[in-house]
């Protein structure tokens, strides 16, 4: 048997060569999907199945035959030291022969990657264990990750992961080719691994040695063999790998599976991305996410801001000038796009965003909303209404073991009144009915709500609650102020139940509303009534409180003693 002189470099080169004018003219994306397309005939050696008119030997060759073609339109050097320096007769991780698997999920389990610096050391020790021919390359695998017979899969799931990381990869190669690298070196090791589980295969069903080193010559001898050409002149798709691995659908004359245009793709394609924003509810569902530091939704924010600046200038000069430098610093630090986000900025810069939100609704309740002259439906218009948007959370109670309230007709009324006003999509509203210390902690972390309404029983010291038995759980109120303290967005408390506020002399936020005696559970009822109309009107705290007990003295109930506090 005639020596084997020709290198893994030698192949590389002569098939990237043979290859080079097909290679040239093709994007790197479908020289990458050709070689995933190969590496899907590679299953047959797990399935146990010769499919028609290739087998394991034939698709491994072909994942070679097309790797090659990869590495040189990205245009590496040297296959072999390409990989000798991810796998320089050591596992990378462990840097061990043979790989030690206790040894590398330790490592793993402490290091993002491998450990450049004593892997390159090992690279440096082991320079003259470097393989030359391709059999060689395959034994150095053989002895690093030792297969068997017994492997099920091991390599070609391997592999196939390996192949999901290798197109991010070539995706980001122009920018960071360091990651093509690593991936490549890895996919070799794969296609390393299956010839490895062929052979010892093989051997033990039938006796016979294999050889990929020759196995790759009878299909790439130097010439094309589809062709007959030194360089391949093939057509750019071969009718002999057509339906290779797809299968085809029957497709009817009058059936209308594709698209005529790709401007009725993108027609159709607008109209769904509003039908599911729709459906999640919209802007303010995206709030708290809002990528305000880039694109598009920079640039609402920044109009947005401008816009109420101008709208408020005259009457409110110094939250004008706020207005103006926050637009200045989101114009100023542009994050690019695609790069990692950070903690939105709606949500970390609060004070603003409260200011704004009231500057949008004072614009909307006083007549001056022209003045922010901004196209209604525009992403910026849409934004402020977001951000003034006003979630309400209901939690009310009535335990078994307490006189009976009628806390349901309670939240009925503020439902009523926000309907009455129009206001139902721009004010949601949330009830726990029958809430316990768990329903209200869980709902607080699900949403961001502004103003916290307790329907119920209630003393100086404590608000009532239920237990899961359905008696009564008091919460103090000193614990009730440590909860809601955390909450950044929480602006206004009421504790409509007798009491609630007779000793409280701290407010449990910036608004804090309850009832210094007694209160008749229709009065309790009537003061929510008036001061949810007012909310739902853009009035203002204060306001709203009055406005609910002149509904209760309207209606010749006793006006509630109601007691407001406020954070100075």
Known sequence: MKAKTSSLDDLYRMTAYVYSEQNAIRPIASTLSHFVEVCGMLTVLDRRKKKEGFDFIDALCKALGWYFPLLAKLRVRSVEELVFRKFPYACPYCRRAPHEDRVCKTVRGTESTVDHAALRRVYETNSTKRPRTLDEWQHM???????????AARSTLGLFEELGELAEAVRVFERF??????????????????????????????????????????????????????????????????????????????????ASSIDSMIH????????????????????????????????????????????????????SDRFHAAAIELSASVSEPGSRLAEG?????????????????????????????LEKGSLAFSLGEALARVRILVVHASPIDEAGLRVSAEVRAIREAIQLAGRQYEIEIDDLPAATTDDLRRALLSKEYEIIHFAGHANSESIVLEARNGASST??????????????SVRCVVLNACESLASLTVPIAPFTIGMEESVDDQAAIEFAVGFYDAVARGRDIEFAVAEGKDAARLKGLDVPTVKLLKRT
């Open 141 to 151: 695998f053989q002895v690093i990750y030792p297969r068997s017979t017994s492997d």
């Open 177 to 258: 080719p360091k990651y093509f690298a690593g991936e490549a070196a890895d996919i070799f090791s794969y296609l390393m691994g299956l010839a490895n589980e062929h052979a010892l295969r093989l051997e033990q069903d039938t006796g016979e040695i294999f050889n990929l080193h020759d196995e790759y010559l009878k299909r790439f001898p130097g010439i094309c063999l589809a062709c007959g050409h030194r360089v391949c002149g093939c057509p750019s798709i071969p009718r002999a790998t057509v339906g290779r691995m797809a299968k085809e659908l029957d497709i009817g004359a009058k059936e209308d599976l594709f």
């Open 268 to 319: 159709e394609g607008k109209r769904a991305a509003q039908e599911v924003l729709k459906e999640i509810g919209g802007i303010p569902k995206l709030v708290e996410r809002f990528p305000a530091d880039r694109g598009d939704a920079n640039s609402a924010l920044i109009a947005l801001l401008l816009k109420l600046a101008s709208a408020i200038e005259k009457m409110q000069p110094d939250l």
């Open 345 to 373: 900025y709606l949500a970390s810069h609060e004070p603003l965003m409260s200011a704004l939100r009231d500057a949008w609704r004072s614009t909307q309740h006083s007549g001056e909303r022209n003045q922010v002259s």
């Open 475 to 488: 919460v103090r109120l000193s614990a009730l102020i440590e909860l809601l303290g955390r909450y950044r």
